[in-house]
């Protein structure tokens, strides 16, 4: 059972509050849990989410000002950390597209994309690549290996290895860029 309201938790946080913290955590975190594996389906990375976006209301929690509803600035700042997540992997624009349309529709109340087909069409355009640099974009971005290791597993030099990343990921974005839109006129109204 809560017994503050979140204007009055905002209040508490703006004055350290532990014990407010707390609450909020006890309040949100499940629910930015379900959103999060939305998009991540992975339970270690939605939880990493979540963690995070409650670091980061704590970090800037002098700053709530006129605050009636922590609800929507959670899910906000959620939502900025998926799209960090998914940059970091893959390097492009696309899932914040993704997260937008899934936002809008789920205003509208319309059915979720599956994650697993944005996922599909990723991986089907990442072997429209070059054989390398195909292989260097999976390593360093599913493996999350580093350049380093790259070059030295694949016995090229570690420039060679930045270059094609480079160029995988700007054909992969240039690949990516043509699809998402057609993805978006299917499925928002």
Known sequence: ????????????????????????????????????????????????????????????????????SLRPLLFQISKRQLINAFRARVNSPVFEEYVEVNDYRRSEGVSLLEYEELLRLVQHNIQQLPRQ??????????????PMEIAKDMGISIQTVRNQLSSGLKRLRELLSDTIPLIMLLFIK
């Open 1 to 68: 059972m809560f017994i503050h309201s979140d204007r009055q938790l905002v209040e508490l946080l703006r004055h350290d509050s532990q014990k407010a913290f707390e609450e909020v955590f006890r309040k949100y975190s499940k629910e930015l849990y379900v959103y999060s594996m939305q998009f991540t389906k992975s339970a270690e990375e939605a939880e990493e989410i979540v963690h995070d976006a409650f670091i980061r209301l704590w970090n800037n929690r002098d700053k709530l000002q006129d605050v009636d």
């Open 133 to 146: 640099q195909r292989l260097i974009v999976e390593k360093a971005k599913f493996e999350e290996l580093s």
